[in-house]
């Protein structure tokens, strides 16, 4: 069995003029909501470099399909399934032609226990 420190993240960052922020944020607004109401998707956080405003970071991550036992989706699975969902498509279509360098895309693996810290108090998110 697989185990939650097993699970993926997706982390992209893209690289905008900061006068097409507007257009970028309310295109990413249905696709933020409709890949965080996925059940395989745990976490989805956006970042935004302070210097740099154009430069935005997301990371969708830990997208592990929950059952009975956590069984953590494969890297095939998220290409292969979820980045193929039709609310993709949408975002893309606006926002790629407001790239001003190309996307950096890294797909990563939870290195999870004893490296996991989630402070409550601080902000951070638990169930």
């Known amino acids: 069995m697989s185990t939650p ?3 993926l993240s997706l982390q992209v960052t893209i690289h905008l003029n900061p006068e097409d922020l507007p257009k970028f944020w309310t295109a990413m ?3 933020y909501e409709a890949v965080t109401a996925e059940p ?3 976490f989805f956080e956006l970042y ?3 210097d740099s405003p154009g430069t935005i970071s997301y990371s969708g991550g830990t997208f592990m399909t929950k059952c009975e036992f956590i069984r953590s989706a494969s890297k095939e699975w998220l290409i292969g399934v979820q980045l193929k969902k039709p609310y993709y498509h949408d975002y893309l279509a606006v926002t790629e032609p407001l790239f ?5 895309v890294k797909l990563l ?4 226990e004893p490296f996991v810290m989630v402070k409550k108090a601080n902000g951070g ?3």
């Open 5 to 7: 420190s097993e699970s």
């Open 29 to 31: 607004k249905p696709a």
């Open 40 to 42: 395989e998707c745990t």
């Open 48 to 50: 935004q470099e302070p």
């Open 100 to 104: 001003v360098k190309p996307r950096e």
């Open 109 to 112: 693996k939870r290195v999870g």
């Open 125 to 127: 998110l638990l169930e």
